[in-house]
């Protein structure tokens, strides 16, 4: 019923090539007043519908299947997201700043009960979605030293914020999460981190009228065409401070986490969307005499695609399963020791899935031919999306460094729970004998890796975060897909994807060039190499 309305929704609009002509800003009227009316696709409106209806937020909250609701949500947001016309994207940021009023409830009662009631309600009249405001030019991924807007304190205990914010894409949303700088008596601004705090803040008011914000421009964007995102000017803006001074991006890493596993997520729909595509193609066109499945060599990039599809699915799942133990569970050492894994892989899965999509996606517009170009397909639109998920949330890189940044934080403890874990979860894997290679492999790429880790000098860590993490979430995912494999409902296939997996460079840090790659004379090599005739 869920995924019919979904592609009757989407038959409705006809194609994604008219979503996209209809979305634009009008932003005075006939009269000259400023309306900032947003023009979208007619199917916007009805996912968000269709979005509360189905309680896409709700039943992650209402906690019906206990610790399991996670995990039944983030597999609905599996199904819906290839379909839902990008409605993800606010969704997930609802999903985000849902969680980190939950998390603050105590604090900010009212914010609590007005906002978070609507964010999780199932009925499309009284619905909301929610932005997230944190990139102003001068950075998006550094925000401590980017973020220029100011909260100035009113007398009745509410701010309001003055800034410019350089994307926001959900612009639709009845209430956004920001950032801003509190301006002290004396007109002073606590620079950087420290001097972050978190608002809420109302986009209109009951009538409709902006919150002292103006939508000054629609983004041009390379895909995700029919979300609207825009830069926005705030003037004055009416909002609600919601974390304590100077906790504004600490306070916001409950929405990070949430968007981060979303944008993981919708990234392995992606490749399930296309892996699916692509195989359905495969029994359909037919070249030099035979069907394309009947080409060896076409079944096994198909079959590079699907592993690469189910690691991706197996990590975001095991994500979710975590994150509902976490919640609903409560204390003691075995979830203590989960939690510190969970902080570790919610980065890894956000910065690999969303480069294997990329990889993936593209792989099967490859796979339909001179087809797989053309724009009438919708195929390219596919890899447009997908690009981005590298991009927002915190780019490859700063994924990476949040990577470091969990690892310096446990003072170590989350490497050894992670260790832990893996060799946990392959030791099912013993009494199979089809799936020794694999665990041998698994094993030393997790000791080679973290033995590596722990003997490089620290001026080279950096330079080697995103090879360690690459490493790191290529050795979680075999370790799932083994275990998954041992399982007793496990299918031959499983075992196939497990072996496959494992067998190959699941740590190519250690196996091509390791530490002779990661010098202080490479590092500046890699100057040299770049710059090569570019700066004299
Ligand atoms: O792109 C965006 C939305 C697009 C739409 C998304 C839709 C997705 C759905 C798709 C479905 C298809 S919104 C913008 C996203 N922007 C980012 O992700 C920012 C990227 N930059 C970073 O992540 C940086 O690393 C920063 C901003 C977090 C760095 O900030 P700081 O202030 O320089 O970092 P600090 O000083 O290291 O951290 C400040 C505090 C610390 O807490 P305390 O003080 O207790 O030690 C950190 O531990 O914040 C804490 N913290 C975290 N805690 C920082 N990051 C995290 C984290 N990831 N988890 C927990
Ligand atoms: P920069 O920070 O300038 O990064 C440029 C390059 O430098 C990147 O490759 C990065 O990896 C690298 N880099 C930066 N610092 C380091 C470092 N320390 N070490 C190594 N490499 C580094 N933001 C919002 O707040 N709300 C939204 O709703 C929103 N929607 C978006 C929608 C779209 C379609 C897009 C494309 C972006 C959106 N963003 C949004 C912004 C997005 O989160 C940022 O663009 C992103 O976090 C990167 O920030 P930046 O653009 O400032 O890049």
Not at 126 to 137: A, I, L, N, R, V
Not at 179 to 190: D, M, P, T
Not at 373 to 389: C, G, K, S
Not at 468 to 479: E, N
Request: proline share 2%; charged share 25%; aromatic share 8%.
């Amino acid at each position: 019923m869920f995924i019919s309305r979904l592609i009757i929704q989407y038959v409705n609009d006809q194609t994604y090539l008219q979503i996209c002509e209809v979305i634009r800003l009008e932003q005075i009227d006939a009269w000259g007043k400023r309306t900032d009316k947003l023009i979208l696709s007619t199917a916007w409106p009805q996912m968000k519908e269709i979005a509360a209806e189905e309680g896409m937020i709700a039943c992650g909250y209402e906690r019906k299947f206990d610790e399991w609701s996670w995990l039944f949500q983030i597999s609905k947001f599996y199904l819906f997201e290839p379909s839902g016309g990008l409605f993800g994207c606010p969704l997930a940021m609802t999903n985000g700043a849902a969680k980190t009023l939950e998390v603050l409830k105590d604090k900010h009662s009212w914010v609590y009960d007005k906002a978070f009631s609507r964010m999780i309600s199932r009925d499309p009249n009284t619905f909301w979605t929610s932005g997230q405001w944190m990139t102003e030019k001068q950075g998006g991924s550094d925000v401590a030293r980017g973020t220029e807007t100011i909260a100035v304190p009113q007398s009745d205990g509410s701010y309001k914020l003055y800034g410019y914010k350089w994307f926001s894409s959900s612009t639709d949303a009845d209430i956004s999460l920001t950032l801003a700088r509190i301006v002290a008596k004396s007109g002073s601004v606590i620079e950087g981190t420290k001097g972050l705090s978190l608002f809420y803040l109302e986009v209109r008011d009951e009538n409709g009228i902006m919150n002292n914000i103006q939508m000054l421009k629609l983004k041009n964007k390379l895909g995700t065409k029919q979300l609207p995102t825009a830069e926005l000017l705030i003037d004055g803006a009416r909002a609600f401070k919601i974390s304590e001074d100077g906790r504004g991006v600490a306070s916001m890493a409950n929405m990070l986490t949430m968007t981060r596993i979303h944008t993981a997520m919708g990234a392995a729909s992606s490749m399930r969307r296309m892996v699916n595509l692509a195989r359905d193609y495969s029994t359909r066109r037919k070249a030099f005499g035979k069907i394309l499945h009947q080409h060896p060599l076409h079944v096994n990039t198909l079959a590079f695609m699907e592993i690469e599809t189910r690691a991706a699915t197996i990590l975001v799942l095991e994500i979710a399963r975590l994150l509902g133990r976490q919640e609903v569970l409560g204390k003691g050492k075995e979830l203590e020791d989960e939690a510190e894994v969970l902080r570790l892989i919610v980065p890894l899965a956000k910065l690999y899935v969303s480069k294997q999509a990329v990889s993936v996606v593209s792989e099967g517009l490859e796979c339909f031919g001179g087809q797989g170009y053309i724009e009438d397909t919708d195929l390219p639109r596919m890899l447009r999306d997908t690009q981005v998920n590298a991009i927002w949330e915190g780019t490859t890189n700063i994924l990476s460094l949040d990577v470091l940044r969990a690892i310096t934080k446990s003072s170590g403890t989350v490497l050894k729970c992670f260790h832990e874990d893996v060799t946990r979860r392959i030791q099912a894997g013993r009494s199979n004998a089809e799936l020794q290679e694999a665990l041998t492999a698994v094993h030393q790429s997790v000791n080679n890796v973290l033995g590596f880790a722990s003997k490089l000098s620290p001026g080279l860590v950096e330079m080697v975060a995103r090879d360690f993490a690459f490493s790191l979430a290529r050795i979680y995912m075999g370790a799932l897909l083994l275990e998954h494999a041992c399982h007793t409902d496990a299918t031959q296939m499983d075992i196939v994807t497990a072996k496959r997996w494992c067998e190959k460079d699941l740590a190519p840090l250690c196996t091509q060039g390791g530490h002779k790659n990661f010098t202080q004379k490479s590092m500046e090599q890699n100057l040299a190499l770049v710059f090569d005739g570019y700066l004299h």
